[in-house]
């Protein structure tokens, strides 16, 4: 496997060597609408092609490999919001249509081996998450992503909103991981259970890279923009 270091990724990068490295970036891909195959191009060549600002899609790629890596701040301009935006709704969309349904269908697999109650009580709790996480994403397509691309004064008092309500689904998510590991019945396969958790985990940990975007990504950038007019 190659080894490329998340700091040395670089315009020059070729797109195969850091899909190699870093498998966790292939859904960065499917959000931009960027289609394969790559051929030996490089991520410069790769964002010319599919008109995607290179040191943005950079950013985004080390913070989806890195939870703790930070944009500089200084690297960042108002030429980035839109894409940001854009980004930031198309993961919305990668959420509802792929992530949140993916785990349902493993979680239809579950229920097919659990009684009449376990059914109810993890479906219920499943089908209130849902809801819990898509409410979130309207309220802040309506009441951030809208007013930002308005440009509107009032985003920045929204965009105070952003941290507490991520906390609460990173909360849920791990309810649900505690519900499969603490409470199923033995009756279910443990192959169906790993696979059940290597969803959520997956699921968490996106969710923790898009709140980790708007608050040090998107945040600073609106702060800046916002307050040099």
Do not use: W
Not at 83 to 91: D, I, N, P
Not at 92 to 115: F, G, K, N
Not at 117 to 131: H, I, N, P
Not at 203 to 218: A, C, G, Q, W
Request: aromatic share 8%; net charge negative.
């Amino acid at each position: 496997m190659t080894n490329i270091h998340n700091n040395h990724i670089e315009p020059n990068t070729k797109l195969f060597e850091l899909i190699d490295a870093h498998p966790s970036v292939v859904s960065i891909f499917s959000r931009l609408n960027i289609s394969l195959p790559f051929g030996d191009i490089s991520i410069a060549e790769m964002c010319e092609r599919d008109g995607h600002n290179v040191e943005l899609f950079i950013v985004l790629c080390r913070m989806h490999i890195d939870a703790t890596y930070r944009p500089d701040k200084e690297a960042l301009s108002a030429t980035m919001i839109s894409e940001v935006v854009g980004y930031l709704r198309a993961s919305h969309r990668y959420y509802a249509q792929y992530m949140l349904p993916h785990v349902a269908r493993h979680l239809d697999e579950i229920l097919s081996h659990c009684d009449t109650l376990s059914k109810r009580v993890l479906s219920s709790f499943y089908q209130e998450y849902t809801r819990y996480v898509m409410s979130h994403f309207e309220d802040e397509e309506s009441n951030i992503f809208a007013p930002i691309e308005r440009a509107e004064q009032s985003c920045v008092r929204d965009l105070a909103s952003l941290e507490h309500p991520h906390g609460d689904i990173d909360d849920r998510t791990n309810d649900i991981a505690s519900l499969i590991i603490k409470s199923l019945p033995e009756v279910v396969p443990t192959p169906l259970r790993c696979a059940m958790l290597d969803d959520i985990y997956a699921l968490r940990d996106d969710l923790r890279t898009h709140s980790n975007i708007e608050m040090f990504l998107l945040r600073p950038i609106v702060d800046s923009t916002l307050k040099s007019e």
